[in-house]
C-alpha cells in the first residue's frame, strides 16, 4: 500500500481507483513552512500542480532516514516547479503527464488569439458598463496573418494545426527540433528567436521555462514585430502566453501595451503567482486568466488516469 499526497486536487474517480486499489489517499495543500518542516516525508507518492513547489529546500527538510517519498508527479507538463537535480540526488523519480492537456491548452490558445484580435473581451467590458462600443470594436482576422511559435512541443504543434486551417501561417523557433520533423513539417523554420519576431505579427509562446528563456520576450525582441501582413492589413501586433510565467518580460510588456506597440496581450500565466500581474491585467488591451488552460474537465480525468497509472506501475509493478 502507498500513502498518496495530492496537494492540489485530483479527480474523484482517480482517487476512487486508487482506493479500490488498497492505496491510502490524503487530499491536502500545504504551505510552504508546512513543507520546510517536514509535512510531506511520510508520503511514498506526492502529486503536485503549479501551486506547490518542491525545491532543494523543501527536499532536503523532508528526506530524513524515514522519509518514504519515492515518486513526485506533476500533473500537468511543465517541471520548473521542481528540482530535478536534487530529487535524483535522492533517488526520487519524477513523472509528469505531458500528453493529456494537450488539447486544453490548444484549444485555449486560439481562444486567446481570437479574443485578442476581434477585441472580445474589451468590447465585453464596454457592455458591463452599458457602453455600446461597436464603433471602437473593429478587430482583424487571423487569415492571412503569420503566427510564430517559440518551441515546437505537442502544444505548439497543435496550435499550428488548428492556425492553418484558420488560413494562417505558421512560423517556427525551437533549437531543439527534430531534424526529421523540421523537414517534413509543412511550417517555416527560423534559426533564431529574432528572425522569428522580424516575421510574424502574432506570436504565441510554448517553451520551457529556464534560465536561457526566462525574460527572452522583452522589449528588444518584440520591437522586432511588424505590425503590417503578408495580405497589406495593418493588424497590429498581438503575444499569447499560455506557457509559462518568466517567459515574457511583464514590465516590458505593459510599457509597449501602453505606447500601443503591442495591440493585444492574452497572458494565462505569470511570473509571481497565484498573485497575478493587477496592474498588467487591468490593462485594457490585456486578457488575462488565472493559469487555467489545462482547466477543463475532459483534461483533468485525463491527467488524474495518467497520475493513476503512473502510480500503479510503480508501486503494484
Not at 3 to 15: I, K, W
Request: proline share 3%.
Amino acid at each position: 500500500m502507498a500513502r498518496v499526497l495530492a496537494t492540489d486536487g485530483l479527480d474523484p474517480e482517480c482517487v476512487k481507483i486508487l482506493l479500490e486499489k488498497g492505496h491510502h489517499v490524503d487530499l491536502i495543500h500545504f504551505e510552504r513552512d508546512e513543507l520546510l518542516g517536514g509535512a510531506i516525508s511520510g508520503y511514498h507518492a506526492i502529486i503536485i500542480r503549479s501551486a506547490t513547489k518542491i525545491d532543494s529546500e523543501v527536499l532536503a527538510a523532508n528526506m530524513s532516514p524515514d522519509s518514504c517519498i519515492r515518486l513526485i508527479v506533476r500533473a500537468g507538463v511543465g517541471l520548473d516547479n521542481i528540482d530535478l537535480g536534487k530529487a535524483s540526488e535522492y533517488g526520487i523519480l519524477v513523472k509528469n503527464t505531458p500528453t493529456a492537456s494537450t488539447k486544453a491548452v490548444v484549444e485555449f490558445t486560439i481562444g486567446h488569439l481570437l479574443t485578442g484580435v476581434r477585441n472580445i473581451s474589451r468590447a465585453d467590458r464596454a457592455m458591463r458598463s452599458t457602453i455600446w462600443a461597436k464603433k471602437n470594436s473593429t478587430g482583424t482576422e487571423l487569415s492571412g496573418k503569420n503566427l510564430g511559435l517559440v518551441g515546437y512541443g505537442r502544444i505548439s504543434r497543435g496550435v499550428a494545426v488548428v492556425a492553418k486551417s484558420l488560413g494562417m501561417t505558421v512560423h517556427v523557433f525551437d533549437p531543439f527540433l527534430e531534424k526529421d520533423l523540421a523537414k517534413n513539417s509543412d511550417v517555416i523554420i527560423h534559426d533564431s528567436v529574432e528572425s522569428l519576431f522580424s516575421s510574424c505579427t502574432h506570436i504565441s509562446i510554448h517553451c520551457a521555462l529556464t534560465e536561457s528563456t526566462r525574460g527572452m520576450v522583452n522589449f528588444d525582441l518584440i520591437q522586432l514585430m511588424p505590425d503590417v501582413s503578408p495580405d497589406g492589413t495593418v493588424c497590429g501586433r498581438h503575444i499569447v502566453n499560455c506557457a509559462r510565467g518568466g517567459i515574457l518580460n511583464e514590465s516590458d510588456a505593459h510599457r509597449m501595451l501602453d505606447s500601443g506597440h503591442i495591440r493585444s496581450l492574452g497572458i494565462d500565466v505569470f511570473e509571481n503567482e497565484p498573485e497575478g500581474n493587477p496592474a498588467l491585467s487591468s490593462h485594457t488591451n490585456v486578457t488575462s486568466t488565472p493559469h487555467i488552460g489545462a482547466a477543463t474537465v475532459e483534461s483533468q480525468k485525463r491527467i488524474g488516469m495518467e497520475i493513476v497509472n503512473l502510480i500503479l506501475s510503480e508501486f503494484e509493478s
